[in-house]
């Protein structure tokens, strides 16, 4: 399992604990993740309210970039998937291949402008959100391979957000997404069921239109009540989530503060990795409902295993 | 409302300037800033032709509440010639890229993209009620231009600045702080500054060529 990584700019800021937890867990799991050298901002979501061609070359760029590598890297190498672990970056990267592969003339208007720097795209490489590699690359059984220590009691709130499942479902149902459901249970964890799982956060909103997004945020936060985490895969809805909290409930008439964190925090955490190199104190909401239940872990790992071995980690 | 012969005229309503543009637009010399806005409308028209006003797309935002206009009846409004209605409307600015109508709807309308390209009519219109927000846009975009990746605490500052509202960086002040204290905000170089000048440049180039 060899990738193309694209962290994205969020990540590289806001939302570095998503990177290192990303990159820890793929390296746990056995996965080659190489950054791509030289990458851009995929234009986000702004860049399509402003430009359509920026639209399509800002991400093209990116994968021009991938392509080139595997040329120069000569014989007949392959071109790696390119791993994004950003939902909107994700979004941005994919619909390039999606659009201009069935519309010459915007392949050919990106490739003009990828022209002045002398690059070209083809679409050969393929783009995978990083839920999408978890659930079928890695498999929720190796997944339970790595678990050390599993998260034995905690009710786990799997958030998709939009734009991993719309308007291109690749890997789940868009309506109704389960991917996530086997990687918590392959973490010891328990999926909590919810309907708000695919329903928009209001992210893109919260710096135009604050009062509306407040309020998609806090019914998302009142429909986990029941949880003791929300899991994300995007570094919005992570940042919408966590950020608002006693905004976005008070505009839904109260409730009580969520933990949240990043899907591969989670699982960093199943596998016995150290919480300082997952970031974790980086969060903005972690509840102490969650730290708890989080801390029994290795406590409750011998009782979890009949034949357990003494009260340390298992080598 | 006459629903079936409604649905008709929208159908076929593919010229849609017909029932309108006469009063709307009687000055002769062309101003490249309204052909370039009538250019935007005329791709939003074409992406929304085939709207069978079933009306899915209202029912699955969850932004309508707050929208002046459904997005059924936006597109409706659109097809008929009343471009300044929709123009003046707030409702585009309020999707939030969630994508739940284009997935649903009937017709398969890119209905997302619809809003992006609305925005950006709008922003091309000018006038007080765009400022906001594309201030907002126009500033992240200038940031991927001149660092190649974003700096989110620049992006911010930026924008203040160009909303000209002392007052707006205090509504995101306290989770400045929260951020800064988390080390999830700051200044810092980009390695990348100036990469993407000559491709904007290029795109710049080629979207002013006619
Ligand atoms: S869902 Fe599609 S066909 Fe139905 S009203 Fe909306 S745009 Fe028109
Ligand atoms: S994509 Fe925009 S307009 Fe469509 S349902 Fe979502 S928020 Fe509403």
Redesign the interface.
Known sequence: MKYAYYPGCSLTESAREYDASTRLVMADLGAQVEEIEDWTCCGASAVESVSRLLTYTLPARNLALVERAAASAGRDARVPDVLVPCAACYLNLLRVGEEAGRDRALAGNINEVLAVEDMHWSGAARVRHLLDVLVNDVGADAVREAVIAPLKGLVVAPYYGCQILRPYPKFDDPEHPRSMEPLIEALGAETYAWSSGARCCGASLMATKKEVALRSTGRILLDAQGADVIVTVCPMCQMNLEAYQSEALAAVGGGERVAVAYLPQLMGLAFGLDEEALLLARNMELTRRFRDKVARRFADAPQAEPQAEPETEPA | MAPATEHADAATAKAPEAPRAPAAAPAPAPDPRAQALEAALDEVRHMVAGCMQCGTCSASC??Q??MDLTPRRMWRLLLHGYADEVMDSKTF??C?????C??RCPRGL?L??AM??L??AS?LRGGPGQR??GA???T??DN?RR???????DLMAH?FVALRDPLAPF?FMP?GL??LA?????LHGSP?RG??G??????RE??EKP
Request: proline share 5%; glycine share 8%.
């Open positions: 969850p932004n509440f707050a600015y309020l939030s890229s969630c994508y739940g284009t997935l890119p997302t993209r992006a390209a925005k950006r922003i906001r927000h907002f846009y126009a992240f975009v991927v660092l190649g990746r974003v700096n989110e605490t924008y509504s989770l929260r951020m988390k080390g999830k905000a700051g990348q990469r993407l000559p491709l904007f440049a290029k795109v080629m979207e």
